[in-house]
């Protein structure tokens, strides 16, 4: 393995931190509060309070921004301060990608569905805007950006379409691929 150079070392990367956090007010302000102090870039926070972790606690995944040496630092002061931290590492997302999902997100369980899409190990839902109108008759629209490592939008795509087929909701998706 070869050092890392002091350029390297300044470089901004993109990071993924799941935490494991009681269902109590305060919480999630607490575990943000050492990413902000140590010169983190909150990009996206999945919480999800629908779910919980084997041991009764609220997962929760913070994607952010900032150097090797600051994300040490957060991880540390994370520690230090009682949050259960139960993975960190970078994530290098080079491709993003926006699809949008129409039908019945909430009665076919929305958290679910993001749920689902972020399980793709190499994606990231880093935007969600939801959009339920009145006379729609429970159908609404999602707009859901996707980050994938290099290589990697197909596999996320694949598990869209298979949440969609699954749940009956129509996925409307870029071109992808090349022109």
């Known amino acids: ?7 390297d070392e300044e470089r901004l990367q993109t990071h993924t931190i799941r935490l494991e956090l009681v269902d109590e007010p305060g919480e999630l302000l607490a575990a943000l509060q050492p990413i902000s102090e140590n010169g983190g870039n909150l990009l996206s926070i999945f919480h999800e309070r629908g779910s919980l972790t084997p041991r009764g606690h609220i997962p929760v995944e913070v994607d952010l921004e900032c150097t090797p040496r600051q994300f040490e630092r957060i991880i540390d002061a994370l520690r230090e301060g009682g949050v259960n931290v139960i993975q960190a590492g970078a994530e290098r997302y080079g491709e993003e ?8 997100l909430i009665e076919t369980d929305l958290s679910d569905t993001l749920s689902r899409i972020e399980e793709c190990a190499r994606a990231s839902v880093v935007d969600f805007s939801l959009t339920d109108e009145e006379g ?24 869209v379409r298979e ?11 870029p071109l992808v691929g090349e022109a």
């Open 136 to 159: 729609m008759e429970g159908r609404s629209s999602a707009r859901v950006r996707i980050a994938a490592q290099e290589g990697s939008i197909s596999e996320a795509l694949e598990t």
């Open 1 to 7: 393995m070869s050092p890392v150079s002091e350029a």
């Open 97 to 104: 990608v926006t699809v949008l999902l129409i039908g019945d």
């Open 163 to 173: 949440v969609g087929a699954e749940k009956e909701l129509k996925v409307v998706e």
